[in-house]
């Protein structure tokens, strides 16, 4: 089955870029996707089909996938980016999700 | 505004069954692929059911044969049956909503049910 791999936890100080990774094989072959989610919150789309942002994100939240990793940056980070983030793709007609990453703004 | 509400949730015996329901506003229910996601505690998401638009049925093996996902698309509603609980089934389950077709991502989200499976 396929498996997506994620950082447990990445910290990051206020205004600099975080950087948080998503690997799985030839993932650059699937869309991937980033989902954050709060604590007590449900998850909230930030990143579609690689590198597409809904219209209520903030451009500070970018995405890329090439080779066997999908990446989602945010620049200038804020202490209200802190939170977890799961990747997501799909493979035969299954839904994969990364095991998250908790993004510290410390 | 796109609204998507769980109910069904709570405790429940290993070994026994619950169904889960989502209603839905906002959006043509009817033309859109519908999943359930569950977050057990302090742990990450994991898919466990989608419905296509026409109503075919999708799950990963884990839970295959003991889920069943439903719709009833006059009712704006989505169903996941759950049979032969067992401790580990305890979650929060989500409903959400397919992008599109062919699109791959979960553009939606309701608040989620919490059911607890204990004696």
């Known amino acids: 089955s396929y498996e997506l791999s994620q950082p447990p936890s990445v910290s990051v100080s206020p205004g600099q870029t975080a950087t948080i990774t998503c690997s799985g094989d030839?993932?650059?072959?699937?869309?991937a996707c980033w989902y954050q989610q709060k604590p007590g919150q449900s998850p909230v789309l930030v990143i579609y089909?690689?590198?597409k942002r809904p219209s209520e994100i903030p451009e500070r939240y970018s995405g890329s996938n090439s080779g066997n990793t999908a990446t989602l940056t945010i620049s200038e980070t804020q202490a209200l980016d802190e939170a977890d983030y799961y990747c997501?793709?799909?493979?035969?007609?299954?839904?994969?999700f990364g095991g998250g990453t908790k993004l510290t703004v410390l | 505004e796109v609204r998507l509400v769980e109910s069904g949730g709570g405790l429940v015996q290993p070994g026994g069954s619950l169904r889960l329901s989502c209603a839905a506003t906002?959006?043509?229910?009817?033309?859109?692929?519908m999943h359930w996601v569950r977050q057990a505690a302090g742990k990450g998401l994991e898919w466990v059911s989608e419905?296509?638009?026409?109503?075919?049925?999708y799950y990963p093996d884990s839970v295959k044969g003991r889920f069943t996902v439903s719709r009833e698309n006059g009712k704006n509603s989505l169903y996941l049956q759950i049979n032969s609980l067992r401790a580990d089934d305890t979650a929060v389950y989500y409903c959400?909503?397919?992008?599109?077709?062919?699109?791959?991502?979960?553009?939606?989200w309701g608040q989620g049910t919490l059911v607890t499976v204990s004696s």
């Open positions: 959400a909503r397919d992008g599109g077709v062919s699109t791959r991502y979960l553009d939606y």
């Open positions: 089909q690689d590198t």
């Open positions: 906002g959006f043509s229910f009817s033309d859109y692929d």
């Open positions: 419905i296509d638009s026409n109503g075919d049925t």
């Open positions: 997501q793709a799909w493979d035969s007609n299954t839904w994969v």
């Open positions: 030839r993932l650059a072959d699937k869309y």
